[in-house]
Structure formats: C-alpha cells, structure tokens
C-alpha cells in the first residue's frame, strides 16, 4: 500500500521557522516529481512548490518564493519544505502529493497521484 505521511506541523509565531517531512512507502518515488501544496480555512486548495526526481529543478508559488525551499532525498524517499520568515496568512492543512508520471514536473494538483492526508500548520501574529 503506497502512503505519503507528512510530519513536522504545529503552532508557529509569524517570522518562526518550520520543517516538513513527506515520508513515502509502498514504493518509491525516486524517478516521480513531488510537490507541496496547501489549503487554508474557507479556501481551495492551491499550489505550493514542486520538485522534479533528481531535485535538481524546483518551482514555487509566489507567495512563497524566497522563503520556502522544497528539497528531496531519494535514498530515504523523503520529501521536505523548510519554511521561514511564516506569516499568519501561511496557516493551512499542508499536503504532500506525488506525480503520476515519472519524469516531469508539473505543478498542477491534477498531476498528482498520491496524496497525503496533510498536517497542520498554524502561524499566529
């Protein structure tokens, strides 16, 4: 059975830091892009960074380029998103999807075949 369990959620202050993991089993992810994304109360989901297999490429939303860093380690097929400088509008339900497809990138949610059930991420003011 193939799961995404992401960790690493919780109460924040806004300017704190926080570091997800997206630990995957059931099968690798090494050749798959992987990606974040998010939903906030009353909101839809929407994109938050994307990374191809090798990790060598990345792609971020813009609300949160320059302060948020998608990285992956294969070996421990893992995925993370180290978040800094948080603001209050950064709170949401975080959730780590992987592609469908090995090879590409692409960051739309539809591409994703494998989700996580999320974790929570709170920043207050």
């Known amino acids: 059975q193939v799961q995404l369990v992401e960790s690493g959620g919780g109460l924040v202050q806004a300017g704190d830091s926080l570091r997800l993991s997206c630990a995957a089993s059931?099968?690798?992810?090494?050749?798959?892009?992987m990606g974040w994304f998010r939903q906030a109360p009353g909101k839809e989901r929407e994109f938050v960074a994307v990374?191809?297999?090798?990790?060598?490429?990345?792609y971020y939303a813009d609300s949160v380029k320059g302060r948020f860093t998608i990285s992956r380690d294969n070996a421990a097929n893992t995925a993370y998103l180290q978040m800094n400088s948080l603001k209050p509008e950064d709170t949401a339900v975080y959730y780590c999807?992987?592609?469908?497809?090995?090879?590409?990138?692409?960051?739309?949610?539809?591409?994703?075949?494998?989700w996580g059930k999320g974790t929570l991420v709170t920043v207050s003011s």
């Open positions: 999807a992987a592609d469908a497809a090995p090879g590409r990138m692409n960051p739309s949610a539809g591409a994703m075949a494998y």
């Open positions: 059931g099968r690798t992810f090494a050749n798959n892009a």
């Open positions: 990374i191809n297999w090798s990790g060598g490429t990345t």
